[in-house]
């Protein structure tokens, strides 16, 4: 495979696995949430009051995580949704990716000669 198809191949397999990510929800339940979260998690928080906030977890403790200059108690949580990686669309767009590119560098076929009528 020439080494400028490669490196698009491999651009794109990366996008790929950013472009397929999902929001889980979850369970609002504090001792739930407590053993679920953890550091690095993504998550969209709706505390009790209304707002929404988005923000990656820098730490859990007994009563609220926190991130992104953000705090919030685990009773203060309305409804809360973890992004994640659609294993199974990525599985499938990945693979889809790298058969293209195997078949742009094998040429695509074709039978490469001109017959002499």
Known sequence: MP?????ITVVLTC???FGCMTMQP???????LRGMLKHGDHVEVVTANGQQI???????DDSSFQGG???????DVRSISRKQIAVGKTTLLVLGIVAAGA???SGGGGS???GGY
């Not at 080494?3 to 490196?7: F, G, I, S, W």
């Not at 979850?26 to 739930?32: F, T």
């Not at 988005?54 to 859990?60: G, I, R, T």
Request: no cysteine.
């Open 3 to 7: 080494k400028p198809l490669k490196l």
């Open 15 to 17: 996008l790929a696995m």
């Open 26 to 32: 979850l369970s609002a339940d504090s001792a739930q």
């Open 54 to 60: 988005e923000f990656a977890v820098d730490s859990v």
């Open 69 to 75: 200059g953000h705090r919030v108690a685990f009773s």
């Open 103 to 105: 078949a742009a560098a």
């Open 112 to 114: 490469g000669g001109g």
